[in-house]
């Protein structure tokens, strides 16, 4: 029983153990030099993973095909809003990041709206709307480069006894997901969705609007996250969120959440989202080119994957 | 005779109306090209000639063949998401290597096709996403090309000059060529027995399975198709574009997916339509912007505008679905 039980936990103990060994690898390289400020350093990075990777995961959980393409474009687009909103003026901040926050949520809710009323798979829905968002943030945010308040870029920026205050707020976020997954009805409800929705439907899951719930908080998140981040970075641009597209998906999966859906995992994209970050700063910290680096990756990804192995399929 | 009449007749007149409803389903893809071909003929006349369709169809070819690789694993119930950046990768070995050391590019060419082939294989055998699996992919793909040739440049293979600048009488390449490919690859998919295996295995991979067909050789087969149509749609960007950057295919990731959708393609079950996704990209070339041009959209809502159209298509297309039922 043990034995199957641990075998249950595999996919996500993965990503932690991918994590701690690329960190040990960098310091041995570097002889211990710039251990903490590593752990640091993916901490603060690793956050904005790490967000729009829950909200990925809700999505993604709900079943083959589903899952989000708009995040970059609406990253981006949130970005602008929130610094448009702020203006540099402290006084702002709070209502910025609603701004941004009502954006993505607006975003999330349109997405599901296409999906719902067109029939469009998933894909293709937040596939045409980031296109639609993307130049409206190109005429929105024409030229825009509005720096965010100093208070707000302090806030993102800001660190106690070495770790990343949003780090930490972060945490405490995901333990609220993992919540919010495991023990409300709406978690459940997700869940439910993604091993079978038409038994979760006969069930009496109101499974139109936990979809609508899904994307919406998705958006919402990739919103939150596009603020916090033209904060992090001191300022907002059109091309902001691009890697988080592929990064989002990645830590989802690699955290050991299942695509054809119904499982879900939070911890595993914490894990994840710092394996990616470290592995970014070993093949840094080892000097091998842009060419040499993506390669690795891209091959690192794809052997975590095969070791963690996919599921046994139910038929 | 007249007994079996009564009895056949009902039966038929709403099997009459659901044909029909999949017969306009089926001509949609063609229906919005139409469409779209209309608008340039209002907008802008002169278009519509020879040399109007060389110029505007120009990119199409490469899109289509990319679209046609991307429908391979869409057929097998997969997605490919490193279909773009691998054409990069093969634009790069075609303006380099091919050139240069025509041996070694043809043998990197063939050897990235036997990549995608155990792709295929280690996706089966470990039941691994092939959306992650190609994703990380993607990675390899661009570092590859960075590594192949760092800075834009390189020059295509005269051979390939040649065959792209080839002018048929009366009708333009790039059309002729849409046609040749629609037609081998409808051919070879939709009229072969193991064309039907092929979309078999994402139509019922059990029942597949339980008549005895390896499903590992239909996935390692729909992958090397892919890797096959991939090589090929770099050569063709290559041709076209004369040189080599290592971002120079990143859009066809999405523009393949979007193709094969518009095309009538579905995601699960097996069900494309070579024809339909050729169709697919000549609209999606065409929509993306010359007709945007020709209606005076400003470059900053161009992408809006490729976005709706799509939107537009498949919102059409659900309306007819909904009279299939």
């Known amino acids: 029983m043990v034995s199957v039980r641990t075998l249950l936990e595999k996919p996500w103990i993965w990503s932690f153990v991918g994590a701690l060994v690329v960190w040990l690898a960098t310091i041995a390289f570097t002889g211990g030099y710039g251990a903490g400020g590593m ?6 990075l690793a ?10 995961m809700f999505v993604i959980t709900l079943g083959p095909g589903n899952v989000d393409l708009s995040l970059p474009a609406n990253i981006g687009l949130a970005s602008a809003v929130a610094m448009k909103v702020m203006g540099g003026n402290d006084a702002m901040i709070v209502v910025g990041l609603l701004a941004a926050l009502a954006c993505g949520a607006a975003i999330g809710a349109i997405n599901y709206l296409l999906i719902w009323a067109l029939r469009i798979p998933p894909i293709i829905a937040t596939l045409s709307a980031s296109f639609i968002i993307q130049s409206v943030d190109i005429s929105y945010g024409r030229g825009l ?19 990343p205050v949003l780090a930490m707020l972060t945490v405490i976020f995901t333990v609220g997901a993992a919540l919010a997954l495991q023990r409300m009805i709406y978690g459940r409800s997700v869940l439910a969705i993604g091993q079978n929705i038409r038994a979760a439907w006969l069930a009496g899951v109101d499974v139109g609007r936990i979809r609508f719930l899904t994307y919406t908080l998705c958006g919402a998140l990739g919103g939150i996250d596009g603020a916090l981040l033209a904060g992090y970075f001191r300022g907002a641009n059109v091309d902001i969120g691009n890697e988080y597209l592929l990064a989002s998906i990645a830590v989802v999966v690699i955290g050991g959440t299942s695509v054809a859906g119904g499982k879900a995992n939070v911890p595993g994209v914490w894990g994840a989202g710092l394996f990616l970050v470290l592995l970014l700063t070993m093949l840094n910290t080892f000097g091998v080119s842009a060419g040499v680096r993506l390669v690795l990756t891209g091959l690192i990804i794809v052997g975590v994957i095969t070791a963690a192995g996919g599921e046994k399929a139910v038929r | 005779m007249t007994a079996i009449a009564p009895g056949t007749l009902p039966k038929s007149a709403p099997r009459g109306s659901a044909a029909r409803a999949r017969l306009l389903r089926g001509l949609l893809p063609a229906l919005s090209l139409a469409l779209v071909l209309i608008a340039i003929a209002w907008l802008n006349p002169r278009a519509i000639s020879y040399f109007g369709f060389n110029l505007m169809l120009n990119l199409a070819i490469p899109i289509a063949l990319a679209t046609i690789a991307q429908m391979f694993v869409i057929a097998g119930n997969e997605l490919d998401l490193s279909i773009g950046t691998f054409v990069g990768f093969v634009g790069c070995v075609t303006a380099t290597w091919l050139r240069d050391a025509p041996l070694l590019g043809i043998l990197v060419l063939l050897g990235s096709i036997g990549v995608y082939a155990l792709l295929g294989a280690l996706i089966y055998l470990r039941n691994l996403p092939s959306i992650v699996v190609t994703l990380g992919m993607s990675f390899v793909w661009q570092g590859l090309a960075i590594l192949v040739l760092p800075k834009p440049g390189g020059k295509a293979p005269d051979w390939l000059l040649a065959i792209v600048s080839f002018k048929p009488p009366y009708i333009p390449f790039p059309i002729l060529a849409a046609l040749l490919i629609a037609a081998v690859v409808h051919f070879g998919l939709m009229r072969t027995s193991y064309g039907a295996i092929l979309r078999g295995s994402g139509g019922n991979a059990a029942a597949l399975r339980r008549a005895g067909w390896s499903l590992l050789r239909t996935k390692i087969v729909l992958f090397a198709l892919t890797g096959l149509f991939g090589v090929l749609s770099g050569l063709a960007l290559i041709g076209i574009t004369t040189s080599a950057d290592a971002n120079i295919g990143n859009g066809y990731t999405l523009l393949s997916i979007a193709g094969v959708i518009l095309g009538g393609g579905e995601f699960v079950g097996g069900r494309v339509s070579p024809i339909g996704a050729v169709i697919g990209a000549l609209t999606l070339a065409l929509a993306a912007s010359p007709l ?14 490729n976005g709706a159209i799509l939107i537009i298509v498949l919102a059409a297309r659900v309306l007819i679905s909904r009279r299939e039922r």
């Open chain 1, 39 to 44: 752990v640091t350093a993916a901490l603060s």
């Open chain 1, 47 to 56: 956050v904005f993973t790490v967000i729009v990777g829950i909200g990925q």
């Open chain 1, 145 to 163: 480069q509005i720096k965010p308040p100093p208070g707000f870029a302090d806030f993102a920026n800001w660190q106690a006894l070495g770790i």
């Open chain 2, 292 to 305: 945007l041009t020709f209606m005076h959209i400003p470059p900053d809502w161009q992408v809006a505008a």
